[in-house]
């Protein structure tokens, strides 16, 4: 109770709007801006709103394990609401679902503004059905049923949609149907010739192990009778090389024997031959004393001569490794 302008309003609406209360018309406002604090001379304006209403439930008349619980709701200049359960942040679907199984819910209690008295007498028979409604608790329920209906109304909705949207798809479903038998077909081609291609490497493995052991019986004899060939020819070979490094000896010792004579008889003519230059640098110097030309069957150019190729055959044998070579150059000395 009070004076006019107490605020007797405000606080009743206050409770009204914390257990949910939605509409702003009941509450004497349009928008939710109008019910945070204007401002006055001495106070600035404010940017929220809030309510906050506590219960005792240590007999656990909320569903709710705490022995107090409290209720409230916020409200800001750009029209967001806020709810919340001892300081958790909810949904209204949470706050109010909890009223309504306490029976406090925005429809389960009434407030009587000024001037509505005669309403409630003069209320027609479904406006009392309500009431009574009400009294008993079956809002709850009532409540559970539009929940219901909007939620199969959303799925009817929801089922048009995909109605359509199929009919929408129906030609890329025939046509992503089709490609699909083809990918099976496909795909069972696939599997039958990679089963085919394992049979005919199974039988190509089985052919060639056949062909390999053909193959190596078959070689058997003739790498037998190609290792009695090489034995034969590493045979001959052998006898081969120990004849002809024993004519080779022989030979090598025939032509240093002979080497040895030519040797010595070089050593003889250069002997011979230093006694004919003093000859005939004897004779010279005879011819010069009694100036004559011929005294001498030969002359020294002559005898140079004879000497020069003398050696030249000498040098020339020495190279020779053959015998029969050096026999003959032993020849022509001789003969000269």
């Known amino acids: 109770v009070g004076p006019n302008g107490s605020g007797k309003s405000n606080s009743a609406e206050a409770f009204r709007w914390v257990l949910g209360e939605r509409s702003l018309k009941s509450l004497r406002g349009t928008k939710g801006e109008d019910l945070i604090f204007n401002g006055a001379n001495s106070s600035s304006r404010a940017s929220r709103a809030a309510v906050s209403l506590i219960f005792d439930n240590s007999d656990r008349y909320f569903n709710l394990d705490y022995d107090e619980v409290t209720l409230t709701r916020e409200v800001y200049r750009d029209g967001q609401n806020v709810y919340s359960i001892n300081g958790s942040p909810v949904r209204y679907r949470d706050l109010a679902e909890l009223l309504a199984n306490a029976s406090l819910g925005a429809s389960d209690h009434y ?3 000024q001037g509505e008295a005669d309403r409630v007498l003069v209320a027609n028979p479904r406006e009392r059905r309500s009431l009574v409604e009400d009294a008993l608790g ?7 049923i539009g929940e219901s209906e909007k939620k199969l109304e959303q ?14 798809i129906a030609p890329h479903l025939r046509f992503l149907k089709k490609q699909m038998e ?5 795909d069972h081609l696939r599997r039958e010739l990679k089963n085919l291609y394992l049979e005919y490497l199974k039988r190509e493995e089985v052919y060639l192990n056949k062909e390999k052991l053909f193959l190596n019986t078959e070689r058997r004899s003739p790498e037998r009778e190609l290792k009695e060939i090489d034995e034969k020819l590493q045979g001959r070979i052998g006898l081969a090389e120990s004849a002809s490094e024993e004519k080779y ?18 050593e003889q003519l250069n002997r011979q031959l230093g006694r004919l230059e003093g000859m005939i640098e004897i004779r010279r110097e005879s011819a010069e004393k009694v100036e004559t030309e011929d005294e001498s069957s030969f002359s020294f150019g002559d005898v140079s001569g004879l000497v020069k190729q003398v050696n030249d055959e000498l040098d020339e044998a020495g190279k020779m490794s053959d015998v029969y070579s050096v026999r003959g150059v032993l020849a022509r000395l001789k003969e000269k």
């Open 182 to 186: 083809r990918i099976e077909q496909a």
């Open 249 to 266: 000896r022989v030979a090598r010792e025939s032509l240093e024997s002979d080497l040895r004579k030519l040797t010595a008889e070089r």
């Open 138 to 144: 079956l809002r709850l329920y009532q409540w559970k």
């Open 111 to 113: 407030i009587i503004n």
């Open 155 to 168: 799925t009817q909705t929801n089922l048009e949609k995909v109605a359509s949207l199929r009919r929408e």
